[in-house]
């Protein structure tokens, strides 16, 4: 099956930095999504981002299904922006279509 | 903005008991998904229904686990009996057509006792 990778598994900010987060995958796609998991284990849709390039206020999305990778980038972190991120991806042309998360990227801001 | 809506929030049940979970799409959302995630993981998917039509239930634990989704609508996810290793985050989500994103419910986080 397909093979979501994300990178790095765990990172500790401190308010105000930014920083990259990545997402590699195996199989073409014609579908994938950036969530941010709260502490209360709600996931919120961030990015559908099958290709190309998104901005959403301090936080955007790149991704290049060529090469198989998106990136997620946070600008000027806030504590608000801890809990885990996830890439998630659906494979192009099956009959499957659900989506495939990868392990995710714990993140804590620090104050 | 409209939402997934899950109940129970919480649940606590004994090895053996039944449980079941109940997921209300949003409006006009044909693709409905249970998936299950054990703490420090992502997400995996249970079950898919397109309308009341069970598309994918691959990875669903047939023995004890069942889902319905009887109008098309809103649907229930039952375990019976339950064991230890249930305990997880069950969460629903619904989507609209092909080529548009998901939105996922609060989930039901279960404990088995």
């Known amino acids: 099956g397909i093979q979501v990778e994300q990178s790095p598994p765990d990172l500790i900010l401190q308010e105000g930095a930014n920083s990259t987060l990545r997402c590699n995958f195996s199989?073409?796609?014609?579908?994938l999504q950036w969530f941010h998991q709260n502490p209360w284990g709600q996931l919120i849709n961030l990015f559908y981002i099958p290709s190309g390039t998104k901005q959403n206020g301090r936080l955007s999305a790149t991704t290049v299904a060529t090469e198989r990778y998106s990136l997620l980038y946070i600008s000027s972190s806030q504590t608000t922006d801890s809990g885990v991120y996830f890439c998630a991806v659906e494979l192009e042309d099956t009959g499957r279509r659900a989506l495939t998360f990868g392990s995710g990227t714990r993140l804590q801001v620090q104050p | 903005e409209a939402e997934v809506a899950q109940s129970p929030r919480y649940k606590i049940t004994e090895k053996s008991q039944a449980v079941a979970f109940w997921c209300d799409p949003i409006s006009g959302h044909a693709t409905l998904y249970w998936y299950r995630q054990i703490l420090g993981q992502g997400p995996e998917l249970l079950v898919q229904?397109?309308?009341?039509?069970?598309?994918?239930d691959s990875q669903l634990p047939k023995d004890r686990f069942s889902a319905e989704r009887l109008k098309g609508v809103d649907s229930t996810l039952k375990i019976q009996p339950a064991e230890l290793g249930d305990s997880a985050m069950y969460l629903c989500?619904?989507?609209?057509?092909?080529?548009?994103?998901?939105?996922f419910g609060s989930g039901t986080r279960l404990t088995v006792v």
């Open positions: 199989d073409s796609v014609n579908n």
């Open positions: 229904f397109q309308d009341e039509s069970v598309v994918d």
């Open positions: 989500a619904s989507s609209f057509i092909e080529k548009t994103g998901y939105t």
